[in-house]
């Protein structure tokens, strides 16, 4: 059964700081891992999206990586701003699945001035 | 191009009332979703169509949820008899086909409290 682990649960760091959350999944066969931000009383923004054959992908200050043998991904972002405080909230499909996903429970991310 | 739209924002009930929230994902999109994301925790699928045919209902509970897509557009979650454990947000969410690796595109959800 696939389940997906976020650490930390919440971080707080001053602006400017360069931030990592992982993401760990203990089925690595998976078709993709997707990325998402989710800002209070919202829905979910799909940030990145990285498919099984690939390593990384990059928007802007993002990067994420994928390891699908060690069943890790992580999101980089870089020179952290306020307005980059939400919820990073990281999925993968269903076992044999394609879009149904398995959401990790997020990290709570605060970048304060 | 619009995004996922879904209705009511907000909604306030009492224990045993029935409630009904409404999602009409991006035009085009096949495939709709429905989660539930409980506070402090990662959306969890409840059901999802393609077209107007169920796909994947395996962790819906039956015996107070039900949801259809008549017509494969639109689509209706209703909860009937609500729980307090019903609180939460319900999210909708679209994408092109099932049997892709696309994106998923969500909507801004319903916030349900259950009192």
């Known amino acids: 059964k696939q389940e997906v682990t976020q650490i930390p649960a919440a971080l707080s760091v001053p602006e400017g700081e360069n931030l990592v959350l992982n993401c760990s999944f203990t089925?690595?066969?998976?078709?993709?891992l997707q990325w998402f931000r989710q800002d209070p009383g919202k829905g979910l923004t799909s940030l990145l999206l990285?498919?099984?054959?690939?390593r990384e992908q990059t928007s802007g200050r993002l990067n994420a990586s994928l390891d699908k043998s060690s069943g890790r991904s992580t999101l980089y972002i870089a020179a952290s701003q306020p307005g980059d405080s939400a919820t990073y909230l990281c999925?993968?499909?269903?076992?044999?699945?394609?879009?149904?996903?398995?959401f990790g429970a997020g990290t709570r991310l605060a970048v304060h001035p | 191009e619009a995004g996922v739209a879904q209705s009511p924002r907000y909604k306030i009930i009492e224990k045993r009332q029935s409630v009904a929230f409404w999602c009409n994902p991006i035009?085009?999109?096949?495939?709709l979703y429905w989660y539930q994301q409980i506070l402090g925790q990662g959306p969890k699928l409840l059901i999802q169509?393609?077209?107007?045919?169920?796909?994947?209902d395996s962790q819906l509970p039956k015996d107070r949820f039900s949801a259809e897509r008549l017509k494969g557009v639109d689509s209706t979650l209703k909860i009937q008899p609500a729980k307090l454990e019903d609180s939460a947000v319900y999210l909708c969410?679209?994408?092109?086909?099932?049997?892709?690796?696309?994106?998923?595109?969500f909507g801004e959800g319903s916030r349900l409290t259950v009192l």
């Open positions: 969410a679209s994408s092109l086909i099932a049997y892709d690796t696309g994106e998923l595109f």
């Open positions: 089925d690595s066969a998976i078709y993709n």
């Open positions: 990285i498919q099984s054959s690939q």
């Open positions: 999925a993968v499909p269903f076992s044999g699945g394609y879009n149904k996903l398995i």
């Open positions: 035009s085009g999109h096949a495939t």
């Open positions: 169509f393609q077209n107007n045919g169920v796909v994947d």
